[in-house]
């Protein structure tokens, strides 16, 4: 699972500062304090105790940034990064960070790794991303401790490591990071790096999935859908895919309409509902996604509109790219061609 992220650092680093505009700091900003320089700078952005201005807080990170100061130096890098205060400029965002994250700024190694890896305003370089982000890891920055985890999980810039890939998702995912815990779940669900455990997957899965990731929430819905680390449960899988589904994700759309359609307690099942879920499945993936086809076709099943079922059937068979599934599809369209719907034990790609 190739995932990595990018938050923005900058309000994280203001709340540790109990800083309020003064007329002393600015004087003391005028008379070329970098500290205070930097501090201004923040007012202004944040409009602590002044209106907030931009462009006045720009003025005054340069102004510290120039005398070498390495917060205001992340901070500049970072307006230029975004175009806030200034025109956006990708390569003065790296000159920034740079200089900030060779002083030890944890930010700023971070924000230079995202860059080396993206290739913006700088050429990619895998290599030299896994440097920083391990120089902004090893300071505790969750975000950088994350993106290691995928470098190593993955082969980007260093030698495949599961382990290593575990170790560094889980300082992450310990300070509540959900794409770690995401991924901190993924290599317990299918042992990558440390011992295969679906109850230990089923527990990161669900901290990341209370956090509204969309992955984990579909990940968590297909743990209960196969019994995986927990007693299968239908009602409950489609809570967590539902939630993701509201969230205009197609995997989750398919999972709420595959199991109204296909679950084997009548309770669950839904035709009506499940048809609605699954147009809207394969608006989001495309119209010729295969997955989704079999899944509205098994929800006009459930409704025993079986000739549509049959023809949209036949349809995802006609795209169905992995191969591995084509037994399944042809089972269900012999069902559907003899007017029965589809019931079976949640079997489904793995996640």
Known sequence: MALMHQVGWSAEQNAKAKI???????????AGDPDAQADLGMCYFEGLGVAKDIKQAVKWYEKSAKQGHAWAQASLGKCYQTGTGVAKDD?????????????????????????????????????????????????GVSIAQCNLGVCYANGIGVTQDYEKASK???????????????????CYLNGKGVQQDERE?????????????????????????????????????VKWYRK???????????????????SEDAKIRDGKEAVGWALKALKTAGENDAFALGTLASAYAEQGDFSTAV??????????????????????????????????NSKEKEF
Do not use: F
């Open 201 to 237: 997957a089923v527990k990161w899965l669900t901290k990341s999935a209370e956090q509204g990731n969309q992955d984990s929430q579909n990940g968590l819905g297909w743990c209960y859908r196969n019994g995986k680390g927990v007693q299968k449960n239908d009602a409950e899988a």
């Open 168 to 186: 560094w998702y889980r300082k992450s995912a310990e300070q509540g990071d959900e794409y770690a815990q995401l991924h901190l779940g993924w």
């Open 20 to 30: 309020i505009y003064s007329s002393g700091l600015e004087n003391k900003a005028t």
């Open 311 to 344: 023809s949209i059937q036949e349809k995802a068979i006609r795209n169905l790219k992995d191969k591995a599934y084509m037994v399944d599809y042809q089972n269900q369209l012999r069902s559907y061609k003899g007017k029965r719907p589809w019931r079976e």
């Open 91 to 139: 390569q003065k965002s790296v000159t920034w960070y740079r200089k900030s994250a060779e002083q030890g700024n944890k930010w700023a190694q971070l924000e230079l790794g995202v860059c080396y890896d993206k290739g913006r305003g700088v050429a990619k370089n895998e290599q030299e991303a896994v440097k920083w982000y391990t120089k902004s890891a090893e300071q």
């Open 244 to 262: 993701s589904a509201a969230q205009g994700d197609a995997e989750g759309q398919n999972g709420v309409a595959w199991i109204l359609s296909t």
